[in-house]
């Protein structure tokens, strides 16, 4: 259970490889990296964007596949080919108005270490770096790909009474 007042996250912001797709990656025969999707992540990032939080993605991949699937679940704040993310993270502030401690970000490896310090709620998942566990006020017991972002989306939407309120809200 994440310790920290999730009542005032307004953004969720997630890299791709190792965190929503696993961090084993099959190649196509062209030596495009073919990511792994969790059905169960991207239920709770379409639902997240419906009940009005802030979706965003910052990767270093650069595969338009990655591009289809998000925006398919409705997120709009898609950063591709980020060498330095704490460049994406600061645009996403402004965009938004959002102030750090609103912001949940969820990242697995060297890449993300700056963003994560920088962020109110670091989260990353189970099999994350030494080093990113160890600044994370969240650890996930779910792998990267293998349901890590669904685990704190829905603890988010939980906290802020919008778990399971959607049937109502979107007449499903």
């Not at 994440?2 to 996250?9: E, F, G, R, S």
């Not at 961090?23 to 999707?37: A, D």
């Not at 994350?128 to 779910?142: G, L």
Request: aromatic share 8%; net charge negative; glycine share 10%.
């Amino acid at each position: 259970m994440i310790n920290y007042d999730l009542t005032k996250i307004r953004a969720l912001v997630f890299d791709v490889d190792g965190v929503l797709s696993a961090e084993t990656i099959p190649m196509s025969m062209e030596g495009e990296p073919m990511r792994t999707v969790n059905i169960k992540d991207g239920y709770a990032l379409q639902l997240a964007v419906k009940c009005g939080l802030h979706v965003a993605i910052i990767t270093g991949g650069r595969s338009e596949a990655i591009r289809k699937r998000y925006e398919g679940l409705g997120v709009k704040d898609i950063y591709m080919g980020a060498s330095v993310k704490t460049n994406e993270y600061a645009d996403l502030l402004a965009k938004y108005e959002l102030m750090p401690e609103e912001v949940l970000y969820m990242g697995d490896d060297i890449p993300d270490y700056d963003v994560l310090r920088m962020v109110g709620l670091p989260c990353c998942p189970a099999d994350a770096a030494p080093e990113i566990k160890a600044i994370c006020k969240y650890i996930s017991h779910r792998k990267g790909g293998y349901g890590c972002g669904r685990d704190v989306v829905e603890q988010v939407l939980r906290a802020q009474g919008k778990w399971m309120s959607h049937a109502d809200a979107f007449g499903w």
